[in-house]
């Protein structure tokens, strides 16, 4: 099968690798560089537009930055949309909203293509280990044509519904994530308050109803007061954004939601954009 890969970032670039593992990898990334370091690693080829690196593609799978990224390596000048065959796929594994990729959708059928919106949970590492959890929307026949394929890097695909659905979902994930950060930051600033050995504290609570992925895979690095081991801060405002733009339209209430994505803000101010998302605890120490 011919596949092409939009977008080489920390997520992109491990998941298009573990793509040239059994399939033909066409990749194209804004920053030229990556894509010829990637090409060097995992072999496949490389293309200068995304128009160029669809043509003949089965499904072409994108992760890039936000609505407008999304929207640039789709329909824009030299967009993927112009290049792929017909009846080709489309996965979208950008978090964006649920508008542009209802959009995006309604354009893909005008072309006589196929979209899926397909966003993504479980980090860097999930990217680099195949562990990651898929959340979908789109047609079922569409969504059947790109599981198998996705599984590749997936340890668990859904279909959620219809166009959006995926990103929907992505929504709620980002909410569940924001309130626990919080949480597990304030009980790790506490026991440091109380004069109590944090690593003792998490390994006692961390087998109970507190227990969670966050406080497995972060505890010790936020203990520890290092914050790059993951999903930017930047990158969880963007998305606390869609999230709460959207709460807003269908009349949703989401306070905690709204007061972490301003504990987020003081950390950018504090010049921990590129932080990881567990520095919300540096924001309570300092």
Same mark, same amino acid.
């Given at each position: 099968?011919?596949?092409?890969?939009?977008?080489?970032?920390?997520?992109?670039?491990?998941?298009?690798?573990?793509?040239?593992?059994?399939?033909?990898?066409?990749?194209?990334?804004?920053? #030229?560089?990556?894509?010829?370091?990637?090409?060097?690693?995992?072999?496949?080829?490389?293309?200068?537009?995304?128009?160029?690196?669809?043509?003949?593609?089965?499904?072409?799978?994108?992760? /890039?930055?936000?609505?407008?990224?999304?929207?640039?390596?789709?329909?824009?000048?030299?967009?993927?949309?112009?290049?792929?065959?017909?009846?080709?796929?489309?996965?979208?594994?950008?978090?964006?909203?649920?508008?542009?990729?209802?959009?995006?959708?309604?354009?893909? @059928?005008?072309?006589?293509?196929?979209? /899926?919106?397909? =966003?993504?949970?479980?980090?860097?590492?999930?990217?680099?280990?195949?562990?990651?959890?898929?959340?979908?929307?789109?047609? @079922?026949?569409?969504?059947?044509? #790109?599981?198998?394929?996705?599984?590749?890097?997936?340890?668990?695909?859904?279909?959620?519904?219809?166009?959006g659905a995926g990103q929907t979902t992505k929504m709620c994930n980002q909410i569940a994530i924001a309130g626990l950060?919080?949480?597990?930051?304030?009980?790790?600033?506490?026991?440091?308050?109380?004069?109590?050995?944090?690593?003792?504290?998490?390994?006692?609570?961390?087998?109970?109803? $507190?227990?969670?992925?966050?406080?497995?895979?972060?505890?010790?690095?936020?203990? $520890?007061?290092?914050?790059?081991?993951?999903? $930017? /801060?930047?990158?969880m405002r963007k998305d606390l954004g869609i999230v709460l733009e959207n709460a807003n339209a269908i009349g949703a209430?989401? =306070?905690?939601? $709204?007061? /972490?994505?301003?504990?987020?803000?003081?950390?950018?101010?504090?010049?921990?954009?590129?932080?990881?998302?567990?520095?919300?605890?540096?924001?309570?120490?300092?």
């Amino acid at each position: 099968m011919n596949i092409t890969f939009l977008g080489l970032g920390v997520m992109g670039y491990p998941m298009a690798g573990h793509l040239a593992k059994h399939h033909d990898v066409t990749v194209y990334n804004r920053t #030229a560089s990556k894509a010829e370091a990637w090409v060097a690693e995992h072999g496949g080829t490389m293309a200068s537009t995304p128009e160029q690196a669809a043509q003949g593609a089965d499904i072409v799978f994108a992760c /890039v930055g936000n609505d407008d990224d999304l929207r640039g390596v789709t329909t824009g000048a030299g967009g993927a949309f112009h290049g792929m065959k017909d009846g080709a796929l489309f996965v979208d594994h950008t978090t964006v909203s649920a508008a542009v990729t209802r959009e995006l959708y309604d354009a893909a @059928q005008t072309s006589g293509l196929h979209f /899926v919106d397909a =966003p993504i949970s479980g980090g860097q590492a999930g990217a680099e280990n195949g562990q990651l959890s898929i959340m979908c929307g789109g047609d @079922q026949d569409a969504y059947d044509r #790109a599981e198998p394929v996705m599984n590749i890097y997936a340890k668990l695909c859904r279909r959620i519904g219809p166009s959006g659905a995926g990103q929907t979902t992505k929504m709620c994930n980002q909410i569940a994530i924001a309130g626990l950060v919080q949480g597990l930051s304030e009980a790790l600033h506490f026991a440091q308050k109380a004069g109590l050995d944090g690593e003792a504290v998490v390994e006692v609570i961390s087998q109970g109803a $507190a227990g969670s992925w966050q406080m497995q895979n972060r505890y010790k690095t936020m203990l $520890a007061d290092h914050y790059d081991h993951g999903f $930017a /801060v930047d990158w969880m405002r963007k998305d606390l954004g869609i999230v709460l733009e959207n709460a807003n339209a269908i009349g949703a209430s989401l =306070p905690v939601t $709204a007061l /972490v994505d301003q504990f987020y803000k003081d950390v950018q101010k504090m010049g921990g954009g590129r932080w990881d998302t567990s520095s919300l605890l540096k924001r309570l120490r300092d």
